[in-house]
């Protein structure tokens, strides 16, 4: 039988094989998070017709004879290009710009995915929903003393956004004042903020602070309830604020007392300290002295959340303040292209991925998270179209090196009529 008839077998073979990957690229064109496939071919072995000759000296030599023996798949490799992100509108749906892959934990194992479909269970656990794989991060710290901490050198965990949970009320110990209080006032001119601090049961009490001129830069001040509220005691809410020739606040020479409140019904007295580090006084028309910030809250229960850039899954709670609750977490591997592919868009690790490193986005080489997003398919419909039609033609020319070998043969096989 003639050699090209079973190179142009190869032939058929592996063109049909860059067929089936073309083919399985168009029907993923709108598989989120899919990664398109390339198929690259190579010669094969080759059979010795003539060795060479080296040059002697009444000969320049000879070069070597020889003849194919067809072709082979040289690789099928996935390519781990960035994918378009598509607007979702759903706060459980994340997807990654740049590098990285999610963590999913199967119960029998992880797998890592580029599709941030993310739901929230029964149990309040962030899972792919089509799966029922947890997604893997890291939780806050429980520490009362750093309730907000997320340690991300521990080992990622199962990811808990516990809708509906309570936040204990907290009373206030801290109040911090900014803005101005006006140089140019006249003696006994008063300058007023209000303010709402909270008990231990998370009940808010409504002061006013007065603020009176008394010298130049001297102001004494005063605190009431407000609204005709009645307490069952206030101490220490009275002092003196000194400010110095520039403007800034003469702490030293101030006379800052800490406010005692002992409310009326079940929660205990409270202390709360007063900060006017950060106030002036300058010349205005308008001073605008006020509570910025204080530090007590009520009861409030988490109703929503939200997902960072970096990953810090963010908690709201009906009261008005945030926790963070969590941190997605994203897998690195040394050789990406090397994972293996083990289907709803899952990839598993290989002997040639590299060692798995976790790391939370925004950080290193790891990419940043959109929330509301999905990343769509990297498959370019352009560039798969051209390669049918190139898959195409090499398949109907390898048939044709069949048809002309048989022709060829029949030939052979005439001779004898």
Same mark, same amino acid.
């Given at each position: 039988?003639?050699?090209?008839?079973?190179?142009?077998?190869?032939?058929?073979?592996?063109?049909?094989?860059?067929?089936?990957?073309?083919?399985?690229?168009?029907?993923?064109?709108?598989?989120?998070?899919?990664?398109?496939?390339?198929?690259?071919?190579?010669?094969?072995?080759?059979?010795?017709?003539?060795?060479?000759?080296?040059?002697?000296?009444?000969?320049?030599?000879?070069?070597?004879?020889?003849?194919?023996?067809?072709?082979?798949?040289?690789?099928?490799?996935?390519?781990?290009?960035?994918?378009?992100?598509?607007?979702?509108?759903?706060?459980?749906?994340?997807?990654?710009?740049?590098?990285?892959?999610?963590?999913?934990?199967?119960?029998?194992?992880?797998?890592?995915?580029?599709?941030?479909?993310?739901?929230?269970?029964?149990?309040?656990?962030?899972?792919?929903?089509?799966?029922?794989?947890?997604?893997?991060?890291?939780?806050?710290?429980?520490?009362?003393?750093?309730?907000?901490?997320?340690?991300?050198?521990?080992?990622?965990?199962?990811?808990?956004?516990?809708?509906?949970?309570?936040?204990?009320?907290?009373?206030?110990?801290?109040?911090?004042?900014?803005?101005?209080?006006?140089?140019?006032?006249?003696?006994?001119?008063?300058?007023?903020?209000?303010?709402?601090?909270?008990?231990?049961?998370?009940?808010?009490?409504?002061?006013?602070?007065?603020?009176?001129?008394?010298?130049? #830069?001297?102001?004494?001040?005063? +605190? @009431?309830? &407000?609204?005709?509220?009645?307490? %069952? /005691? $206030?101490?220490?809410?009275?002092? !003196?604020?000194?400010?110095?020739?520039?403007?800034?606040?003469?702490?030293?020479?101030?006379?800052?007392?800490?406010?005692?409140?002992?409310?009326?019904?079940?929660?205990?007295?409270?202390?709360?300290?007063?900060?006017?580090?950060?106030?002036?006084?300058?010349?205005?028309?308008?001073?605008?002295?006020?509570?910025?910030?204080?530090?007590?809250?009520?009861?409030?229960?988490?109703?929503?959340?939200?997902?960072?850039?970096?990953?810090?899954?963010?908690?709201?709670?009906?009261?008005?303040? #945030?926790?963070?609750?969590?941190? +997605? @977490?994203? &897998?690195?591997?040394?050789?990406? %292209? /090397? $994972?293996?592919?083990?289907?709803? !868009?899952?990839?598993?690790?290989?002997?040639?991925?590299?060692?798995?490193?976790?790391?939370?986005?925004?950080?290193?080489?790891?990419?940043?998270?959109?929330?509301?997003?999905?990343?769509?398919?990297?498959?370019?419909?352009?560039?798969?179209?051209?390669?049918?039609?190139?898959?195409?033609?090499?398949?109907?020319?390898?048939?044709?090196?069949?048809?002309?070998?048989?022709?060829?043969?029949?030939?052979?096989?005439?001779?004898?009529?």
């Amino acid at each position: 039988m003639m050699r090209s008839m079973f190179s142009a077998v190869s032939g058929l073979r592996n063109h049909q094989v860059r067929m089936d990957v073309i083919g399985n690229n168009i029907a993923n064109v709108n598989t989120v998070g899919f990664k398109a496939n390339r198929v690259t071919f190579q010669d094969m072995v080759y059979e010795l017709v003539r060795s060479a000759s080296a040059p002697s000296e009444g000969l320049g030599g000879s070069n070597p004879q020889q003849a194919g023996l067809g072709m082979m798949v040289r690789s099928i490799d996935t390519l781990m290009t960035q994918g378009s992100l598509e607007s979702t509108g759903k706060s459980t749906d994340v997807a990654i710009q740049g590098d990285g892959f999610f963590a999913l934990d199967t119960g029998q194992g992880k797998v890592y995915t580029r599709v941030g479909a993310f739901d929230i269970n029964l149990k309040k656990d962030l899972v792919d929903p089509s799966t029922g794989y947890y997604v893997m991060g890291w939780l806050a710290n429980n520490n009362t003393l750093k309730p907000d901490e997320i340690d991300t050198s521990m080992t990622p965990t199962h990811i808990s956004v516990p809708i509906g949970q309570m936040m204990v009320a907290k009373a206030t110990e801290n109040v911090t004042f900014t803005g101005d209080l006006n140089a140019s006032a006249l003696v006994d001119d008063i300058a007023t903020s209000d303010a709402t601090v909270y008990d231990s049961q998370g009940t808010g009490h409504h002061l006013t602070f007065s603020f009176t001129k008394s010298a130049a #830069n001297t102001w004494d001040y005063s +605190i @009431a309830a &407000a609204g005709g509220e009645a307490l %069952a /005691g $206030l101490a220490g809410n009275t002092g !003196t604020l000194s400010f110095n020739p520039d403007g800034s606040i003469d702490i030293a020479g101030s006379t800052i007392n800490t406010l005692n409140i002992t409310p009326t019904g079940g929660a205990g007295a409270f202390d709360v300290n007063l900060d006017f580090t950060k106030t002036i006084q300058f010349a205005t028309d308008k001073p605008d002295i006020k509570a910025s910030y204080q530090d007590g809250f009520p009861m409030g229960v988490l109703e929503n959340f939200s997902v960072g850039v970096d990953g810090v899954i963010t908690g709201t709670f009906t009261n008005g303040m #945030n926790k963070q609750l969590a941190r +997605i @977490a994203l &897998a690195q591997f040394g050789n990406p %292209a /090397g $994972l293996m592919k083990s289907g709803s !868009t899952m990839f598993k690790r290989s002997n040639n991925s590299g060692e798995l490193q976790y790391g939370a986005p925004a950080t290193g080489a790891n990419g940043t998270l959109v929330a509301g997003s999905l990343e769509m398919a990297n498959v370019d419909l352009s560039r798969e179209f051209t390669n049918m039609i190139i898959t195409q033609r090499g398949f109907q020319a390898n048939s044709r090196i069949i048809t002309t070998s048989d022709e060829m043969l029949q030939e052979l096989v005439n001779l004898k009529r």
